[in-house]
């Protein structure tokens, strides 16, 4: 479990000397997130723990903050909100409410858990977003509860996540603003960042490409339903090698910037408080995009034979960079890894074979 110090000021205190860039007050978040997940757990709410901070307990490094609780729970909501108030009743929170939205269709509910700061006494909160539904990832795991963040004893509890390769197919619907994911226009530039951020890390540890397929379906398919749209997974797909073409044109820059780009160079400037001991500038964006546009690749074209990813030895196509693709042709100077994958994205969707 973890250990009432966690909370305290000089547990953070701690935290920053060996962490000197963090910011505390989303440390203090953070930390406060995972004892939410924790009780949770205790308290006996059967669900699963997805979403940007379930990869603090999946991903030891890189990470980035998270401060966000997401979950998919059957329950409803009255044996939820039992459970929410009996874990008011310690010293974790001082009380919740919920933060109506609307939702469209979606069977989503908000809760704010407040707190009173012990860096600046000043209440504060964390987000715990529900969605009333049965998960739909192929492949569920045990995760500890345990973390660089926080102090824990011998009786480490578990929560039920998504696999490494169940969240990254969930990762990528997310990165789709112009059908499932997050949309453009509406405040959250930094929130699609987070999504290429993650999706970049994931890809560097997932395992098996069926999974990430599978998952990437089911969630597609039903928020498409959620959505009453008519699109397609294969739009979907689609929507995320449009919006990694956006951002192979980072940093952008000049007139001819299309509102989606500079929407997305604004997120990433936003972004810049939430890595944890590393950068994410313009030209990890970039790659981050090519791992999802080859991902999206991937999955659109059914070939889910185990990845080749990027190394100094690995061979590929040299494609035929035309009209507005022509910009990618100086990665190869400027990020070779990148470069790699969108030879690989074109060799699947256009099927160029001249081998280098």
């Not at 000089?10 to 203090?28: F, Q, S, Y």
């Amino acid at each position: 479990m973890i250990k009432t110090n966690s909370y305290n000021s000089d547990w953070l205190t701690n935290l920053r000397r060996k962490k000197r860039k963090i910011d505390p007050i989303l440390c203090e978040k953070m930390i406060r997130a995972l004892g939410l997940v924790e009780q949770l757990v205790i308290n006996k709410l059967q669900f699963v723990f997805k979403g940007g901070t379930s990869l603090i307990l999946l991903v030891k490094k890189p990470q980035r903050f998270s401060i966000d609780i997401d979950i998919n729970a059957e329950e409803s909501k009255n044996n939820l909100l039992t459970i929410l108030e009996n874990i008011c009743l310690n010293d974790l929170f001082k009380r919740f409410d919920e933060n109506e939205r609307t939702d469209r269709g979606i069977p989503k509910a908000h809760y704010k858990f407040y707190y009173d700061s012990v860096i600046n006494g000043r209440e504060n909160y964390i987000l715990l977003d529900v969605l009333f539904d049965k998960h739909s990832y192929p492949k569920v795991v045990e995760t500890p509860i345990k973390s660089f963040w926080i102090d824990t004893d011998d009786n480490i509890i578990n929560v039920n996540t998504p696999s490494i390769d169940s969240i990254l197919g969930d990762k990528l619907t997310v990165f789709a603003p112009n059908t499932t994911g997050i949309k453009y226009g509406i405040g959250k530039s930094m929130e699609i960042m987070k999504q290429l951020f993650d999706i970049g890390r994931l890809f560097d540890h997932f395992e098996d490409i069926e999974i990430v397929a599978t998952s990437f379906k089911n969630i597609a398919e039903i928020e498409l339903k959620y959505r009453k749209s008519t699109k397609t997974t294969n739009d979907v797909l689609q929507d995320i090698i449009d919006t990694s073409l956006i951002v192979s044109h980072f940093p952008g820059g000049t007139k001819s910037d299309s509102p989606e780009l500079i929407e997305l160079i604004d997120g990433l400037k936003r972004f810049k408080g939430f890595p944890i001991d590393i950068t994410f500038r313009a030209d990890d964006a970039i790659l981050s995009a090519a791992k999802a546009a080859f991902l999206a690749a991937k999955i659109m074209k059914n070939d889910l034979i185990k990845i080749e990813k990027f190394s100094n030895n690995v061979k590929y196509n040299d494609p035929d960079f035309i009209d507005h693709y022509k910009h990618l042709i100086k990665l190869k100077k400027r990020k070779i890894e990148a470069y790699y994958y969108w030879c690989k994205v074109f060799d699947l969707l256009t099927f160029n074979k001249e081998a280098k």
